[in-house]
């Protein structure tokens, strides 16, 4: 089993920053992706970004690419999300991710994001 525990949400006004931290532990060598979903009141859940552990090969939504950056720290088995110039349309809960081997999905608790216009 993987855990995850994410920090860094709150409120902040459009155009301010804010960066999300995930930590996981547990069966950490089985991570080989690591990410983070969003899902804000009356939408389906949607991948942000991730990156993969083997070669830091990232991914990025659509409306949040050239605002936030996904990044690891392998010694504290971290993933963080900068998030910069935000929009009131990113306001969501936020949850980190992570798939280990053989195909196994684990899941934060989810942390707030509201962003005021």
């Known amino acids: 089993q993987v855990q995850l525990v994410e920090s860094g949400g709150g409120l902040v006004q459009a155009g301010g920053s804010l960066r999300l931290s995930c930590a996981a532990s547990?069966?950490?060598?089985?991570?080989?992706?690591m990410g983070w979903f969003r899902q804000a009141p009356g939408k389906e859940r949607e991948l942000v970004a991730t990156?993969?552990?083997?070669?830091?090969?990232?991914y990025y939504l659509d409306p949040v690419k050239g605002r936030f950056t996904i990044s690891r720290d392998n010694a504290k088995n971290t993933v963080y999300l900068q998030m910069n110039s935000l929009k009131p349309d990113d306001t969501a809960v936020y949850y980190c991710?992570?798939?280990?081997?053989?195909?196994?999905?684990?899941w934060g608790q989810g942390t707030q994001v509201t962003v005021s216009s």
């Open positions: 990156v993969n552990w083997s070669d830091d090969r990232t």
């Open positions: 991710y992570a798939r280990g081997s053989p195909g196994n999905d684990y």
């Open positions: 547990g069966r950490t060598f089985s991570i080989y992706v």
